[in-house]
């Protein structure tokens, strides 16, 4: 019996390796972004790559295995992030954003993924940023893909009643006038 609601902790595309073919129902993760941080996990890190296109490739190969464990009706739901450049060499003229989320996503649908959602993560209290010349990054994408049109969702697990005043007991103006 397959483990289930089991937190793999680990090197990605190690840990992929070891897994059964369509063995897992969903994938959700939050990557280590293009040279925002290091974590001291050696030389191999994601994330610190040379240039983005790099850490595109990397994740590339771990999508890869990702797609070979999920199960044919499975989700990918994949947390990005971006930087921004402060030389040429990484990707982009310094102060530009890198466009690394966008790149992967790119790579991801030559790959055979179905990207089904681009959704905003708003951060109610972002971290505040010292730069004077551009607007404090307060969201960061939540990306859904899978691998075939048909695959599971539960709309319903997620789905927030809507509430109106007539819901709420109270008497809208609409109701008196008749």
Do not use: C
């Amino acid at each position: 019996m397959t483990p289930r609601n089991v937190v793999l902790e680990g090197d990605a595309l190690e840990v992929l390796r070891t897994l059964a073919p369509t063995s897992v129902d969903a994938v959700i993760t939050s990557p280590p972004y293009f040279r925002a941080r290091r974590y001291e996990a050696g030389p191999a890190e994601l994330g610190q790559e040379d240039d983005v296109d790099a850490w595109v490739e990397n994740l590339r190969a771990v999508s890869r295995q990702i797609a070979r464990v999920l199960v044919p009706t499975g989700s990918y739901w994949l947390n990005l992030g971006d930087v921004y450049s402060r030389n040429l060499k990484l990707g982009a003229p310094p102060k530009s954003l890198l466009l690394a989320p966008e790149r992967l996503i790119r790579g991801l649908l030559a790959d055979g993924w179905i990207v089904r959602n681009r959704v905003a993560w708003v951060k109610t209290t972002p971290l505040p940023s010292p730069v004077t010349d551009r607007l404090t990054t307060g969201w960061e994408y939540v990306w859904h893909l899978v691998r075939q049109p048909n695959y599971f969702y539960d709309l319903d697990a997620i789905r927030v009643p809507l509430v109106t005043r007539r819901s709420r007991g109270q008497v809208h103006r609409s109701d008196l006038i008749q």
